[in-house]
C-alpha cells in the first residue's frame, strides 16, 4: 500500500523518515476548525528528533510545506503522529 512507502520530512532543519497515512479526525481536530486544512498524518519512531515539531511548524515533504497541527504520541506502536495541513489557514 503507498500509505506504508517511507517519506521524508523535514522539521527545523531535521530530515527524517516515516510513514504517511490519513487518519479519522479527532473531535479536538475538528473542534479546533482544523477540519479543511488537514491533508494527512506522518508516523515517525519517537526519540527520533532533537528538537520535537510544535503546532505551527513547517514541515517540508518533496518540496511542499505543510503546516503542523498537532503531535500526538501512539502508545501501542512507539511513535509519533504527525498531523499535517495546508501551509497557510484555509477561509
Known sequence: MIADLPLN????GETHTGTKST???DNDLVDEGL???YRFSLHIKRG???AEPVLDDLATIAGIEY???R????AADRKRRIDLGEKYAVD
Request: hydrophobic share 55%; proline share 0%; net charge neutral.
Open 9 to 12: 520530512v523535514t522539521v527545523n
Open 23 to 25: 487518519v479519522r479526525l
Open 35 to 37: 477540519r479543511a486544512e
Open 48 to 50: 527520533e528528533w532533537l
Open 67 to 69: 503546516r503542523v497541527l
Open 71 to 74: 503531535v500526538a504520541d501512539s
